[in-house]
């Protein structure tokens, strides 16, 4: 509960039985109505035939897993779908979800308070380090952890890589809210009375449930498309089978209807991520507070802040960073081809930069319908940008192939449809930027706007987008990101000829030559660092 709501509650407490409100209170609450009854309205078109466009795009896949899973009729889809090893298999990947999204919440929360609102020492310096793990991919972590300890194999070792590398997710979300909450609405609470948690529970909290929810959301989808993680640390999941049966059989049946339970799974979980935001809004009306909040002294709690956030980032950057040094100072088969690898590194700038390019572009109207236009359309919208990111990226890759052979042939293995593919997989990414950010900017300004006669199009070029452009800048350098690092449909979909740093470093580890793999891995590593550190930057 807000302070306003807190207020307004002690208010009604106060005020007899019956007795009118004051007229200030009702205007306020008319005011709200309006605002309410306006976020309701119907999307303009500048922004609602591009979200459709961009919804159809992520739909793609779903169009060939229909003809694909109801190829031998919907009787042996239903078969493969109730036989017990697809059920083990949606256990076993729900209970790898729900522990690696736990696992995260608790990491980025609990670093974006301690970097964001204490007088933590290094408070910078640590949240640009809580940021680096985005640039591991989880099939380094995983070899990293598998080569060290190699009794951490299956749901322990999978559970451990993909934390490791998935919390920024939530970290950087959650420490931009934090950033973003007005310290008068806390300071309110603590003057009426309530302590430290109370204010914590019952004014921050709720402020930061968008953006934890929404990182989760990301989290949760990332777990159940993952193919690296699992499969080298030979824990069975639904991407895994799915992979299995593409390549062991000419019968693509059983992959398909596999891959249309994570269909379902993914619009469950959108689903529940949408309405854990409720009908609040979490901008301020007003100008609040310029100044940032004072930072809470940690006083005995100092070293144990300090030893957490140590352990964290040991565990998700320097011990994978030190498994890669080892094999690269010891390992007699590398053999460093600056040639190839400096090849490889372009590739993969230039096709990740595409990627995010138009990945960004299809989610901004998404985003901004999500956040500003309440009702049935704009959640099918965003559902339906949500349907391809829970997929595995060899699903995604035959879905594109399967239509450009049959419709856009002259893209068949061009890197057109490759760029395609990071779109389709990673909309999520920047959907969730984009509507947290916008989320946080003040509806009242758009409707001063609108008021003063301006059309949507300009509302949207000279209000929206300035205000959320922060937010929506650092959704694409978190998809450039995941595009460098993406594997599958890279191994598919790229060109003839053309290697990026992730395929090398699959090719080499899938023929046992870690050390020959160690400078691709490395290489990837310190380039997805660089957006990495400059996003962390941003946000500190």
């Keep these: ?115 964001v609102r204490t007088a933590l020492p290094g408070a910078r310096a640590w949240a640009v380090l809580a940021t680096l793990p985005l640039a591991v991919p989880s099939y380094v972590a995983a070899f990293a952890w598998l080569a060290a300890a190699p009794e951490t194999a299956g749901f322990t070792g999978a559970a451990l890589a993909l934390t490791l590398v998935s919390f920024p997710y939530v970290h950087l979300p959650v420490a931009a809210a934090l950033r973003g909450i007005d310290p008068a609405q806390e300071e309110a609470a603590r003057s009426l009375g309530h302590g430290p948690l109370r204010t914590f529970a019952r004014v921050t909290l709720p402020q930061l449930r968008p953006a934890a929810a929404g990182g989760a959301l990301l989290v949760a989808l990332y777990v159940l498309s993952d193919f690296g993680a699992v499969s080298l640390m030979r824990y069975d999941t639904f991407t895994r089978a799915i992979h299995t049966s593409y390549r062991a059989s000419f019968d693509r049946t059983p992959a398909a209807a596999l891959s249309v339970v994570l269909v379902v799974l993914t619009v469950a979980l959108v689903a529940g991520e949408a309405r854990t935001r409720g009908r609040a809004g979490h901008a301020r009306t007003g100008g609040g507070t310029a100044r940032p909040a004072i930072p809470v002294p ?75 236009h309440r009702g049935r359309g704009a959640r099918l919208l965003e559902q339906a940008a949500y349907a391809g990111h829970a997929l595995p990226g060899i699903t995604v890759a035959l879905s594109l192939v399967f239509f450009a052979v049959r419709y856009a042939y002259p893209l068949y293995q061009q890197l057109p449809l490759l760029v395609c593919a990071y779109a389709v997989l990673f909309l999520p990414v920047a959907v969730a930027a984009t509507r947290a950010a916008v989320l946080q900017a003040p509806p009242v300004l758009e409707d001063v706007a609108r008021s003063l006669g301006r059309s949507p199009l300009r509302v949207l070029r000279e209000v929206t987008v300035p205000l959320a452009a922060p937010g929506v800048a650092a959704g694409a350098a978190l998809t450039f990101v995941v595009c460098m690092k993406e594997l599958p449909a890279t191994l598919l979909l790229r060109p003839t000829g053309m290697d990026t740093l992730a395929t090398r470093l699959w090719t080499e580890t899938g023929a046992g030559s870690f050390a020959a793999a160690a400078p691709y891995a490395a290489a990837l590593i310190l380039l997805a660092a660089v957006p990495s550190y400059l996003l962390g930057r941003s946000r500190t």
């Design 1 to 115: 509960m807000s302070p306003t709501e807190t207020a307004s509650t002690a208010e009604s407490a106060e005020r007899p039985a019956g007795a009118p409100a004051p007229a200030g209170r009702r205007r306020v609450r008319t005011a709200a109505r309006r605002v309410d009854a306006g976020s309701s309205r119907r999307p303009p078109l500048i922004l609602l035939v591009p979200a459709c466009v961009a919804a159809l795009f992520a739909l793609l896949p779903l169009g060939y897993l229909a003809v694909r899973a109801l190829e031998r009729g919907p009787g042996y889809a239903w078969d493969v779908v109730a036989d017990e090893r697809t059920l083990q298999l949606l256990g076993r990947s729900l209970g790898l979800t729900v522990v690696v999204v736990t696992a995260c919440l608790i990491l980025g929360i609990s670093l974006a308070w301690l970097t």
């Design 298 to 372: 940690l006083g005995r709690w100092r070293i144990p802040a300090l030893a957490w956030c140590t352990a964290v980032v040991a565990a998700a950057v320097a011990f994978p960073l030190g498994t890669l040094g080892y094999w690269l100072a010891v390992g007699t088969s590398a053999t460093w081809d600056l040639g190839g690898l400096t090849e490889a590194a372009s590739a993969t700038l230039g096709v990740a930069a595409a990627g995010a390019a138009l990945t960004t572009l299809l989610a901004l109207p998404v985003g901004v319908i999500a956040a500003r």
